[in-house]
């Protein structure tokens, strides 16, 4: 399983098959996935970036600070933003009863990224803003990370012996 059929996958993920094909993806891929998703995050500004330092006559200057820093700080934050929505995670799973813990919790959110990181990426290299576009772009991993997490089951009610007697 490779990283390309971790991104067909996940694009198909509310699907009660992908999800659960999702969990089976050896961490190396995910790992690859992730920094996909990340690159996918960094590439409009990077090549922004890029172009206006060469424009200017600075890029010997900055490269250190455009491909090695800017990079960094994408990935970074990019990790902090998956955890802090992973958490919201375990609010939807309390909210439903599902069985899920969090290190699942953080593997789902990155797949659910995977539609909201893409449509981010081709309008900001089209140039095309509009207001509430985060907004927009949140919603939709909330709507696509719900339906992810409806599809575990349950947790099964505990019962103590003890009653019975």
């Known amino acids: 399983m490779g990283i390309l059929h971790v991104l067909k996958l996940s ?15 050896k961490t190396k891929h995910f790992f690859g996935y992730i920094l996909l998703l990340l690159l996918l ?13 060469v424009n ?6 900055e490269y250190l600070i455009i491909l090695i820093l800017y990079p960094s700080l994408v990935i970074l934050f990019g990790i902090l933003a998956v ?9 939807f799973r309390r909210l439903t009863g599902r069985k899920l813990v969090y290190p699942l919790l953080w593997r789902m959110t990155v797949y ?5 990181v893409i ?16 907004l927009l772009l949140l919603i939709l991993f909330i709507l696509i990370f719900f339906r ?18």
């Open 11 to 25: 694009l198909a993920a509310p699907s009660r098959r992908a999800v659960f094909q999702l969990n089976r993806v």
């Open 41 to 53: 995050i960094f590439l409009p500004n990077g090549l922004q970036l890029i172009a206006d330092s």
């Open 56 to 61: 200017s006559g600075r890029f010997a200057q």
């Open 83 to 91: 955890s802090l929505l992973a958490s919201l995670g375990l609010l």
């Open 112 to 116: 659910a990224l995977t539609y909201p």
């Open 119 to 134: 449509i981010f990426t081709i309008f900001e290299l089209l140039d095309v803003t509009f207001p509430y576009m985060s």
């Open 148 to 165: 992810m997490i409806l599809v575990y089951p349950k947790a099964r009610k505990r019962t103590d012996n003890n009653e019975a007697t």
